[in-house]
């Protein structure tokens, strides 16, 4: 994620809290409604949770008020939040502009990379199964893919592939411009060729000295998981995670697929026309190879949140492991030298008053999602967002508004 979205995410939190308790609350925010997530809490969490009150149904609906073919901003948004603290669930826009269908609940959406938390999860299974050692370099694991010697890299544990501390730099796609990238929309991208164009350009820093947020580090622990394993990272993904926790309606795309298959929303990108104002591009269709393990899954809010709510439980990645999701390395951002923020697959986030929450950002042209909440489970967050300009550096309006509502104190 850009790091200035990440700024704004934060500073969404920070006005969340800021704004404190809505006057007024609908009684059945707090009442499990149809199809309703049991949410277990950790253990260990005895504590006063973090969140009491159920979520605030009117910020929450102005939050999402006014998205459709019209907006700006973005043609729908879902939402669900979760937690102990109560729930609602709600949904704005349309599913496509053409045809004007409403915007529903089960849509299946492009998640972006909200991929990398269930490939760091898998990977984190597979250390508490024995079967990897966090600590020992991926080189002795998949010899020959990353070039060492003069000039090229030293020892990467797959800890730091997990934290993106690994130092492997990004490799080279058809360009910045959505223009250039949508001319490319169907190209099949294998990820052993990314690794090794990146690879070729030699590290950017020395593992562990810093953290430089990029897909090449989870396109490398894709394979790694197809090593392990002995079958293919969708074979593994489905076992391992989707099959268990019942999400029926989440899956990658084979590397050939562009299209978003079953029920969906439309995504849309805004282009500037000739003459003045905006028109927009369906982006629906796309190859997401060269996301592979990194960008590429699909999904629907209501198996997110089941998912998150059981990965913070402690039921998807064994409790030891799993305090990797919630650790961050103590080196500075890459780019920005300030203090690292993200975790094995999420990223920390402290609020003011010192609450803190963990998620995940994912977005592709057409497709903003997240997942998170608080580590105790009073509070969690699902949502998809149709913007019009995805990967734009400035975090869309709606998932701001839909961020500050939802972790409101």
């Known amino acids: 994620m850009d790091v200035r979205k990440r700024t704004l995410i934060a500073t969404a939190l920070v006005l969340g809290v800021a704004a404190g308790p809505a006057a007024a609350h609908t009684a059945a925010a707090a009442a499990p409604g149809p199809g309703a997530v049991a949410v277990r809490v950790p253990a260990e969490a005895t504590e006063r949770p973090l969140y009491t009150a159920p979520p605030d149904a009117a910020a929450l609906r102005k939050a999402i008020a006014g998205v459709g073919p019209d907006s700006k901003d973005a043609t729908a948004a879902l939402v669900r939040v979760g937690g102990t603290s109560g729930r609602w669930v709600g949904s704005s826009g349309v599913a496509d502009v053409r045809t004007g269908r409403k915007a529903f609940d089960d849509a299946r959406f492009r998640a972006g990379?909200?991929?990398?938390?269930?490939?760091?999860?898998?990977?984190?299974?597979?250390?508490?199964?024995?079967?990897?050692?966090?600590?020992?370099?991926?080189?002795?694991?998949?010899?020959?893919?990353?070039?060492?010697?003069?000039?090229?890299?030293?020892?990467?544990?797959?800890?730091q592939l997990l934290n993106y501390t690994s130092g492997i730099p990004a490799a080279d796609g058809p360009g910045d411009s959505f223009e250039a990238q949508?001319?490319?929309?169907?190209?099949?991208?294998?990820?052993?060729?990314?690794?090794?164009?990146?690879?070729?350009?030699?590290?950017?820093?020395?593992?562990?000295?810093?953290?430089?947020?990029?897909?090449?580090?989870?396109?490398?622990?894709?394979v790694l998981i197809e090593k392990l394993t002995g079958t293919t990272y969708e074979q593994a993904l489905s076992a391992r995670i989707l099959g268990p926790l019942g999400l029926r309606h989440t899956s990658v795309p084979s590397r050939t697929e562009s299209r978003l298959a079953?029920?969906?929303?439309?995504?849309?990108?805004?282009?500037?026309?000739p003459g003045g104002g905006t028109s927009l591009v369906d982006v629906t269709e796309w190859n997401s190879s060269a996301g592979w393990a990194a960008g590429d899954l699909?999904?629907?809010?209501?198996?997110?949140?089941?998912?998150?709510?059981?990965?913070?439980?402690?039921?998807?990645?064994?409790?030891?492991?799993?305090?990797?999701?919630?650790?961050?390395?103590?080196?500075?951002?890459?780019?920005?030298?300030?203090?690292?923020?993200?975790?094995?697959?999420?990223?920390?986030?402290?609020?003011?008053?010192?609450?803190?929450?963990?998620?995940?950002t994912g977005s592709r042209f057409g497709y903003s999602t997240v997942i998170g909440g608080a580590r105790d489970l009073s509070r969690t967050l699902v949502y998809s967002v149709n913007s019009t300009d995805a990967k734009g550096r400035e975090m869309n309006p709606v998932a701001y508004g839909i961020v500050a509502a939802a972790f409101a104190r």
């Open 182 to 222: 949508y001319a490319h929309r169907y190209d099949v991208v294998d990820p052993h060729a990314l690794i090794a164009e990146a690879a070729a350009k030699g590290p950017e820093f020395r593992p562990g000295e810093r953290q430089h947020y990029l897909n090449i580090d989870y396109t490398v622990l894709g």
């Open 113 to 159: 990379s909200v991929t990398k938390t269930f490939t760091a999860a898998m990977v984190l299974q597979l250390a508490a199964e024995g079967t990897v050692d966090l600590d020992r370099p991926v080189q002795q694991y998949l010899p020959g893919l990353l070039p060492s010697g003069p000039g090229g890299f030293e020892p990467i544990s797959v800890r």
């Open 298 to 360: 699909i999904s629907t809010t209501a198996d997110l949140e089941r998912f998150t709510q059981a990965l913070f439980a402690g039921r998807v990645v064994p409790k030891a492991q799993l305090e990797e999701m919630f650790t961050v390395p103590a080196v500075a951002d890459f780019e920005t030298g300030k203090a690292a923020e993200q975790t094995a697959g999420l990223a920390r986030f402290a609020l003011p008053d010192g609450t803190v929450v963990y998620g995940k």
């Open 262 to 273: 079953g029920p969906h929303h439309h995504g849309y990108q805004a282009v500037a026309k």
